[in-house]
């Protein structure tokens, strides 16, 4: 099946999981093992999700040492300005308003470099 890019990413974030970790991402770089303390996931789940919105073209990836970071993809379109306004959206709401908390709360032993406290997009 030949899928556009839009519907690519629209059935990326269509799981529940791969949409809580693209907010939290969307609050700025975070690494697999942050995301699997915040959701209380598996590291081997967290990161089959990972792997479909990279595939998707939802996040990127940057190496540090023997961490990798994650953050949201910055395309310049219409599209995905919408979908980072649905992304800033999702935190007054649950279960992404009890994901912000813990990612505030994370005592994560990984370098994050640009988290957002504010709640806001960290302008990807």
Same mark, same amino acid.
């Not at 809580?20 to 990161?47: F, H, W, Y």
């Given at each position: 099946?030949?899928?556009?890019?839009?519907?690519?990413?629209?059935?990326?974030?269509?799981?529940?999981?791969?949409?809580?970790?693209? @907010?939290?991402?969307?609050?700025?770089?975070?690494?697999?093992?942050?995301?699997?303390?915040?959701? @209380?996931?598996?590291?081997?789940?967290? @990161? /089959?999700?990972?792997? /479909?919105? /990279?595939?998707?073209?939802?996040?990127?990836?940057?190496?540090? #040492?023997?961490?990798?970071?994650?953050?949201?993809?910055?395309?310049?379109?219409?599209?995905?300005?919408?979908?980072?306004?649905?992304?800033? #959206?999702?935190?007054?709401?649950?279960?992404?308003? @009890?994901?912000?908390?813990?990612?505030?709360?994370?005592?994560?032993?990984?370098?994050?470099?640009?988290?957002?406290?504010?709640?806001?997009?960290?302008?990807?």
């Amino acid at each position: 099946m030949n899928q556009t890019r839009e519907t690519e990413i629209m059935a990326a974030l269509a799981e529940p999981i791969r949409l809580r970790i693209a @907010s939290l991402i969307n609050k700025g770089e975070l690494c697999v093992c942050d995301l699997t303390q915040i959701l @209380s996931l598996p590291q081997s789940t967290v @990161s /089959r999700h990972i792997a /479909r919105l /990279r595939r998707a073209g939802v996040v990127l990836d940057r190496r540090q #040492g023997k961490w990798i970071h994650y953050r949201l993809a910055d395309h310049a379109d219409p599209f995905w300005k919408g979908i980072l306004q649905l992304l800033s #959206g999702l935190s007054g709401n649950e279960p992404f308003r @009890s994901d912000w908390k813990a990612l505030l709360n994370n005592q994560s032993k990984c370098p994050i470099t640009e988290l957002s406290t504010t709640g806001e997009s960290n302008g990807n």
